[in-house]
């Protein structure tokens, strides 16, 4: 039974790896993919996940969305944290809303996903898994029907930054699809996420439920990614450090 099972989720990975790639192609992204991977010779899917995707290649949304004051203020804090060098992780959280009767997403509730213990990275923090599903009860629980999964873009040190794939590609291909600093794009990785998060709720809960992403970044913005009829959309928000 457990060779089965193991192909199983194999087979789920790879198909949520080949559902990405196809939505970032859907929404044009697929050039910029196909560049940053023949220049830098990426071939396997775990090697193409660090590729940067700018957000201005990302439409904005035209929902507006109203982030609670226990949202902001835990966001704040983690800046601050961020911003100590010693501390400059990514670190995963989810937050909780509910669509309200203008149709304006309210997000009230933020939940870190990190137990205690947890070693981090600057730029792979897996969700603890338990958290996660917690959260998500929990929210749902509470009548709250957007879910969304966030984590940490931390200030890179020179180190991590001269490792990036942004760092590693031609200031040409910077430019031409204005792929901003280490820390300031979202990655080929955090469609991934969104694209198995989405995925893996779908599955659980038989409701129309809003799922996104979201990203933290050091100077201060918070990005808000999610897909609508096969389109990618973002919602953009800065954390004011007062
Ligand atoms: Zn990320």
């Given at each position: 039974?457990?060779?089965?099972?193991?192909?199983?989720?194999?087979?789920?990975?790879?198909?949520?790896?080949q559902?990405?790639?196809?939505?970032?192609?859907?929404?044009?992204?697929?050039?910029?993919?196909?560049?940053?991977?023949?220049?830098l010779?990426?071939?396997?899917?775990?090697?193409?996940?660090?590729?940067?995707?700018?957000?201005?290649?990302?439409?904005?949304?035209?929902?507006?969305?109203?982030?609670?004051?226990?949202?902001?203020?835990?966001?704040?804090?983690?800046?601050n944290?961020m911003?100590?060098?010693?501390?400059?992780?990514?670190?995963p959280?989810?937050?909780?809303?509910?669509?309200?009767?203008?149709?304006?997403?309210?997000?009230?509730?933020?939940?870190?996903?990190?137990?205690?213990?947890?070693?981090?990275?600057?730029?792979?923090?897996?969700?603890?898994?338990?958290?996660l599903?917690?959260?998500?009860s929990?929210?749902?629980?509470?009548?709250?029907?957007?879910?969304?999964?966030?984590?940490?873009?931390?200030?890179?040190?020179?180190?991590?930054?001269?490792?990036?794939?942004?760092?590693?590609l031609?200031?040409?291909?910077?430019?031409?699809?204005?792929?901003?600093?280490?820390?300031?794009?979202?990655?080929?990785?955090?469609?991934?996420?969104?694209?198995?998060?989405?995925?893996?709720?779908?599955?659980?809960?038989?409701?129309?439920?809003?799922?996104?992403?979201?990203?933290?970044?050091?100077?201060?913005?918070?990005?808000?990614?999610?897909?609508?009829?096969?389109?990618?959309?973002?919602?953009?928000?800065?954390?004011?450090s007062?």
């Amino acid at each position: 039974m457990i060779p089965d099972k193991d192909a199983q989720i194999i087979s789920r990975e790879t198909q949520q790896q080949q559902d990405t790639l196809a939505l970032l192609r859907s929404n044009g992204l697929g050039e910029l993919v196909e560049a940053c991977a023949h220049e830098l010779n990426l071939v396997s899917f775990e090697e193409r996940s660090e590729i940067p995707i700018p957000l201005s290649l990302i439409p904005q949304s035209e929902t507006e969305l109203d982030l609670g004051s226990d949202v902001s203020d835990t966001c704040r804090e983690l800046l601050n944290i961020m911003e100590e060098p010693q501390h400059a992780f990514e670190y995963p959280f989810f937050i909780g809303g509910f669509t309200s009767s203008q149709n304006i997403l309210s997000l009230e509730s933020l939940a870190l996903l990190y137990p205690e213990g947890t070693t981090f990275h600057t730029n792979s923090t897996l969700p603890d898994k338990d958290l996660l599903g917690k959260a998500v009860s929990d929210n749902v629980e509470k009548g709250g029907n957007v879910h969304v999964l966030g984590h940490t873009h931390p200030e890179p040190s020179n180190e991590t930054k001269e490792e990036s794939v942004a760092a590693k590609l031609s200031a040409e291909t910077k430019t031409k699809y204005g792929i901003r600093d280490v820390g300031l794009n979202i990655s080929l990785n955090d469609i991934y996420q969104l694209v198995s998060f989405r995925s893996t709720l779908e599955e659980r809960h038989d409701f129309s439920l809003t799922v996104m992403i979201c990203v933290l970044m050091f100077n201060g913005e918070i990005h808000f990614i999610y897909i609508e009829n096969d389109k990618l959309l973002r919602i953009t928000k800065e954390i004011s450090s007062d």
